[in-house]
């Protein structure tokens, strides 16, 4: 049995094919960078492994000289007993197409030469792309044509302001385009003149505008809690979804407005005089940036307790800074511990505009000081609790909800001190 430290045929091959694995060899095709002759690692028995265990070492020289694709040079090794023998000494892959007859790689390089004839057909400036992202190129082979197509369109038709589903090349759909978006956008920072890429996009989701399309626009959820304050006829609280932009031309003319993550909380949200609700969107606050009349509202962010909604509070606040969190307190933590979940993967970075209470129980869930993974989500706190919560705070501000002589009163301090 050969020993583990002599180097095998099978050592051999994946020396070469790590070349492959890590996209040397093929980007190579692409660069015509000279990766051979390449000289091998080649572990060879010690003089005293060589007497102690000849006929192992002569399998093994055997089997290395046997190896097709592989030149392997020998040096002339003299025993006292065996006399003057020929032992390997170096072992070279002499050209490319040796390299690729060994690890059995030709229909890759087939494939990958066809890519690169393709590429310098329809957009010479992407072969910095397969040179750089050789193996992924190989994934997409049954679509590069497509893609180069699209690239080829979007070079002819620079920042075209219509939708992706507007695109008119045979066999591409929006679908097709929003699948690859990731190496679209690769392709096209590397081929259109800078100018005509809009840097402050970026993301897979900021793929439209980076490029200059149409986005389906944002769309906001809220409900008027307030019948006196309605923006549609009728005497009912309204949920209202509006666009983006007729969301910040709006004049509702309320003076509170609560942000919730949860839907239902959303629909349950109780009716408060000058008052709306938003459903929330997560960390997707962008859209509200527009809508000036927010900044003269007070803000609430009713979140989950654990790390993330800590950090999308955070997020908020860069965004109007007199955000104001409800019920994401200590107190309504400790008295919903029976709800208690886990987080699944937490937000660790620091969040500098949360206020010190804020900090101190984000620091203790992120630390894992009161339960490893700690959550308590918005939806698993009582509603009768929050509707105190409510009362509390719009006592505080002078302002009563319509449901209050139903609601439960206690004493919550820290919400209304927010």
């Not at 050789?134 to 080829?152: C, F, G, Q, S, T």
């Not at 929003?178 to 970026?202: K, N």
Request: aromatic content about 10%; charged content about 25%; proline content about 5%.
């Amino acid at each position: 049995m050969t020993h583990v430290n002599w180097t095998t045929p099978t050592d051999l091959r994946a020396q070469v094919l790590k070349l492959w694995d890590r996209g040397e060899l093929p980007a190579s095709l692409v660069t015509g960078v000279l990766l051979f002759p390449k000289r091998l690692t080649l572990k060879c028995p010690t003089s005293a492994e060589m007497a102690s265990r000849f006929d192992e070492v002569r399998t093994w020289i055997g089997e290395l000289r046997k190896m097709p694709h592989c030149r392997v040079e020998m040096r002339e090794f003299k025993h006292r007993v065996f006399g003057a023998n020929a032992v390997p000494h170096e072992a070279w892959i002499d050209t490319l197409e040796d390299a690729v007859a060994l690890i059995g790689k030709r229909r890759d390089v087939a494939r990958f030469t066809a890519l690169i004839d393709m590429t310098c057909e329809k957009q010479p400036h992407a072969l910095k792309w397969l040179a750089k992202r050789p193996m992924h190129a190989l994934e997409l082979y049954d679509d590069w044509n497509l893609l180069l197509e699209i690239v080829a369109w979007l070079s002819a038709h620079p920042r075209p302001d219509v939708y992706l589903r507007q695109i008119d090349i045979p066999g591409v759909h929006s679908k097709f385009i929003e699948a690859h978006r990731g190496v679209l956008a690769e392709l096209l920072d590397i081929v259109l003149p800078p100018e005509l890429i809009d840097q402050t996009a970026s993301g897979a989701s900021q793929f439209a505008n980076r490029y200059g399309f149409r986005d389906k626009p944002a769309r906001i959820r809220f409900r008027v809690l307030d019948a006196e304050k309605a923006l549609l006829p009728g005497n009912r609280v309204q949920d209202i979804t509006l666009d983006a932009e007729s969301f910040a031309r709006l004049e509702p003319n309320v003076r509170h407005v609560f942000i919730t993550e949860n839907e239902i909380n959303f629909l349950a949200f109780p009716e408060v005089k000058d008052s709306l609700v938003i459903f929330g969107a997560g960390y997707g606050f962008e859209m509200l940036s527009k809508a000036d009349w927010l900044s003269r509202c007070r803000i609430y962010y009713w979140g989950d307790i654990d790390t993330h909604g800590f950090a999308i509070l955070d997020q908020l606040r860069s965004r109007f800074g007199s955000v104001q969190s409800f019920l994401m307190d200590r107190t309504t933590l400790l008295a919903f511990e029976s709800q208690w979940g886990e987080e699944e993967k937490q937000t660790l970075r620091d969040l500098p505009r949360l206020n010190p209470a804020e900090m101190a129980l984000y620091n203790d869930l992120r630390d894992n000081r009161i339960c490893k993974n700690l959550r308590l989500e918005q939806e698993r706190i009582g509603f009768g609790w929050m509707e105190s919560a409510l009362s509390a705070l719009m006592q505080f501000h002078s302002i009563p909800t319509y449901s209050e002589s139903a609601s439960p009163q206690i004493n919550l301090p820290a919400i209304a001190s927010n």
